[in-house]
């Protein structure tokens, strides 16, 4: 289910954004085809934990006790069990100008059609009533 600060970027792949980070979570199939992470990149994948595991923009893996500064393009990938099965928690460092490109993308989306759009809804008009007492 979607909520309205959450986005549909690829098919299976939900975007919302968090301070200064962009999390996307879906199954890991789609987040591969979408190219956020690697298959190698994935937590339980040889070489990284079971729950977490997180990388530089540069596709190397930072180990415990680096530096724990919030570097753009830094890469936290989390595994969460839940109803649905193992959901996959990409949590992706934004730069400032990317930031920026997203916040405008959302305000251009609300300022397109103010109102939330209700399907199956019948107006509230003066001959509402007369026609439920017709019926």
């Not at 600060?5 to 690829?10: M, Y």
Request: with cysteine; net charge positive.
């Amino acid at each position: 289910m979607v909520t309205p600060e959450q986005t549909e970027v690829f098919p299976g792949v939900l975007r919302h954004v968090e301070y200064r980070m962009a999390v996307y979570v879906g199954q890991a199939q789609a987040l591969i085809a979408a190219g956020l992470v690697m298959r190698q990149q994935l937590p339980g994948q040889a070489g990284n934990g079971r729950g977490m595991c997180t990388y530089d923009a540069d596709g190397s893996k930072v180990h415990r006790g680096c530096s724990r500064s919030a570097s753009a393009g830094r890469k936290y990938i989390v595994a969460k069990r839940c109803a649905e099965g193992l959901l996959i928690e990409v949590r992706l460092v934004l730069s400032p100008e990317r930031l920026e490109a997203i916040d405008a993308q959302r305000v251009r989306a609300s300022v397109c059609w103010p109102f939330p759009v209700v399907v199956g809804h019948i107006p509230n008009t003066p001959t509402r009533p007369a026609l439920l007492r017709a019926r």
